[in-house]
């Protein structure tokens, strides 16, 4: 009623396994009995092969490389102007509040020092961070099965079509995204291998029995001399709570079904690869705190594929942009295909701030547009460990 085919040499097993002996209404007529700790992997003669799809195992894992390009990639040309770089700066009202904020945000701080320290000097230390995104689309297939419940069978009405050529949906740009499809004219219905196709498989807590030994009086029937067990009236054995006395359970992955549909999935994974650079500032605030603020925008370039930004007035920029870009290319354009790429310049203010609390000099940091503060040494603290 169904295609199968069937390979009796499976060399991986060493056996036949006798849950495959075809029979012409998908019953199994004869099979060794099943054991309580079946495999759960299917055999590989529960694979056909399927022309453009050889490699494909279960499990899966294998990216497939797309196809050459039938046209030469277009070359990116550099943008036709740049645009003017400004470096803005923060104001003292701007650094004291900020300052004042962070001096509240702490259980044990007092404000005093950030409200009435007195600022002596502002040094503006902002810098840039170049970022590069790749977004680019991967494909891998594998073997996988499902309980057959009258799902369509298609394998072998023709002939399927190749990995990069299924339609899948339409990712947003730079959105991580990810879609699984069954590759079309890959499915085919197969006997169960976990229960070898009868839908239920011995249980395991009573090695079939349905009963077990009675836990209370260990199977003797009686307790203290010549008390009957009441717990088993006297059996020696109770039910097996985990089958219902019946010995078998539901095969779990056939659902009890027999039979399993057999194909082919595809799975389309979109991925947003971010790679930062920043110029490092010699201001004596560590560059990772960065990374946790944004800038002011200066440039924007979104393309198929980008030209490394030229012109920028920083040349560690532009020593980033040629690297990253490069490095970009050699490790998504081999495996995986590029749809789109971003690079954006930001300049993040950084704001060194020298104040005098109580005759002693002490500094702290402005940075990012979000204001965010870094003081060490701020000079008063109570002991507040208990929190
Ligand atoms: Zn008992
Ligand atoms: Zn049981
Ligand atoms: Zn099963």
């Not at 003797?220 to 010549?226: E, F």
């Not at 109580?358 to 990012?368: A, P, Q, W």
Request: glycine share 8%.
């Amino acid at each position: 009623s169904f295609p199968v085919t069937f390979s009796h040499q499976n060399r991986n097993y060493g056996v036949v396994n006798p849950g495959f002996v075809p029979t012409a209404e998908g019953t199994p007529a004869m099979f060794a009995p099943p054991t309580a700790e079946g495999p759960s992997a299917p055999p590989a003669s529960m694979f056909d092969s399927m022309p453009g799809y050889e490699g494909t195992i279960a499990g899966g894992g294998g990216f497939l490389p797309p196809p050459m390009p039938a046209h030469p990639l277009p070359v990116p040309e550099p943008g036709p102007e740049q645009p003017h770089w400004t470096i803005p700066s923060i104001s003292e009202d701007t650094a004291r509040e900020a300052f004042v904020l962070f001096a509240s945000s702490k259980c044990c701080y007092s404000k005093a020092p950030a409200k009435d320290g007195v600022i002596t000097n502002m040094e503006a230390f902002n810098t840039y961070r170049y970022r590069l995104e790749t977004f680019n689309e991967t494909r891998s297939t594998e073997w996988n099965h499902e309980p057959y419940k009258g799902q369509p069978v298609d394998a072998y009405s023709q002939p399927p079509p190749g990995p990069w050529d299924i339609p899948t949906k339409t990712p947003t740009f730079f959105v991580d995204d990810k879609d699984i499809v069954k590759v079309p004219y890959t499915s085919s219905v197969k006997n169960c291998h976990a229960c070898v196709g009868m839908g239920r498989k011995p249980c395991k807590d009573c090695a079939g029995a349905g009963n077990k030994v009675c836990w209370v009086c260990n199977g003797s029937g009686y307790r203290h001399g010549d008390d009957r067990c009441n717990h088993c009236s006297g059996r020696g054995r109770e039910n097996c709570s985990h089958c219902q006395g019946q010995g078998s359970r539901t095969c779990e992955v056939c659902q009890g079904k027999q039979q399993l549909l057999v194909y082919i999935r595809l799975t389309v994974k979109w991925t947003d690869n971010t790679d930062n650079y920043v110029v490092e500032q010699r201001s004596g605030l560590q560059a990772n705190n960065l990374s946790s603020v944004s800038g002011k925008e200066l440039f924007r370039d979104t393309q198929y594929m980008v030209y490394p930004v030229i012109g920028f007035p920083d040349p560690a920029v532009v020593g980033a942009a040629q690297r990253l870009v490069s490095e970009h290319q050699a490790k998504y354009s081999q495996t995986s295909r590029i749809l789109q790429q971003r690079q954006t310049i930001e300049l993040i203010p950084v704001t060194k701030v020298t104040y005098l609390w109580k005759g002693k000099s002490h500094i702290y940091f402005v940075y990012g547009n979000e204001f965010k503060v870094h003081a060490d040494n701020y000079p008063a603290t109570c002991c507040c460990s208990v929190m």
